[in-house]
């Protein structure tokens, strides 16, 4: 175990899931995946990035992506996510919070994403400024079990560390 006096430590969980929709792009940890239809969302739909976006928004106290970035906002209409993690990161920078790391699962029966986590984890490094194995990306089937077995959702799940240095007072 190690002690630290000077850093508050704040961990956070981020879920989302959206239903495969044809004739749109999928995106997913920011990444452009081809040949391969898209999901559904008010947004672009990148389930990775929202769960992030969440587990962020959760370790740090401000709320969750629907509050943030809610889909009654026109403003938010087929919305970049890679622009809303950074709008997050900007906001976690403001309280002083730094992002220690980030692990991210995407359940998906298909595409096979062994190819792309190289790309999604790059991705999402860069976009949180963090160095690229501060960022982990798994893949899981759902062993042809439910919407997801059956190809018909996209979801993830992410858990994210966060660190604040304490303001000393004398």
Known sequence: MIEDHDHEYRTGIGTDIHSVVEYRRLMLGGVYVPDEDGLSGH??????????????????????????????????????????????KERLEEQ??????????????????????????????????????AVNIKAKTNEGLGDIGAGEAIAATAIALIKRKYKRTL
Do not use: Y
Request: aromatic letters at 4%.
């Open 43 to 88: 947004s672009d739909g990148d389930v990775a990035l929202h769960a992030v976006i969440d587990a962020l928004l959760g370790a740090s106290g401000m709320g969750d992506i629907g509050t943030l970035f809610p889909d009654t906002d026109p403003q938010f209409k087929d919305a970049d996510s890679k622009e809303l993690l950074v709008i997050v």
């Open 96 to 133: 002083r919070w730094q992002i220690v790391n980030i692990d991210l699962i995407i359940h998906a029966e298909e595409p096979r994403l062994e190819p792309v986590k190289p790309q999604i984890k790059r991705c999402i490094a860069s976009l949180l400024g963090v160095d690229f194995n």
